[in-house]
């Protein structure tokens, strides 16, 4: 491979990463009486993209056999709880390999072609919380992210896909089995029944 032709694939990898959306980085200085309370933990310095004071770090995550870091799916919020527009998820890096610390970081171009979306967009918005759907690049269903405020006043999120036949089932993670640098042997999702609490547990072949 050429010099030039290596550093053009290079020039299109930055040109193309995703870029990871904005955070609302100040809390309003009079909240309304719908306003959630920013969460301390957002400003943790180590994660990188740094997080604003309503986002949620987590809707749910991608954790994979060969180590134990994993991708996880991060929501920019407005102090309502609602997503920050049509791009609001982004997915980036947790390192728990050699934690502690945590440490996160933004996917690679080439990374956002397995873990990246399809699609995503707000679905509905509130005074307090949004709906917002997401589909992933390689797994063959959408995921409907349900934002609101927890007992303490934090935005938080809540998951659901169609696992082993429940359509509404709670989307935990989703762990995939490496077969090899580029290739995958199996896919499961991992969630639970709403109505009942049981796990569900659904094997995606590759």
Request: charged share 20%; net charge positive; aromatic share 8%.
């Amino acid at each position: 491979m050429t010099r030039s032709l290596v550093l053009g694939l290079g020039a299109l990898a930055l040109a193309c990463r995703p870029a990871i959306p904005p955070a609302l980085m100040t809390a309003p200085a009079k909240p309304g009486p719908h306003a959630a309370v920013a969460n301390p933990a957002n400003a943790d310095p180590n994660l990188k993209p740094a997080f604003g004071p309503f986002d949620v770090q987590t809707a749910f995550y991608i954790s994979k056999s060969n180590d134990r870091d994993r991708v996880d799916y991060g929501l920019r919020l407005d102090q309502h709880c609602v997503p920050l527009g049509n791009q609001a998820m982004f997915p980036y890096w947790r390192e728990l390999e050699h934690a502690p610390p945590v440490r996160s970081h933004p996917l690679s171009f080439f990374q956002y072609m397995a873990y990246g979306f399809s699609e995503q967009r707000v679905l509905a918005r509130t005074d307090a919380g949004g709906q917002y759907r997401v589909n992933l690049k390689q797994v063959d269903r959408p995921v409907l992210v349900v934002t609101t405020r927890d007992v303490e006043g934090h935005c938080t999120t809540t998951a659901y896909a169609r696992i082993k036949g429940v359509a509404n089932a709670k989307l935990d993670h989703i762990f995939v089995k490496v077969a090899g640098p580029m290739s995958v042997d199996y896919v499961d999702v991992y969630g639970s029944d709403p109505k009942t609490g049981d796990a569900l547990v659904e094997r995606m072949k590759r």
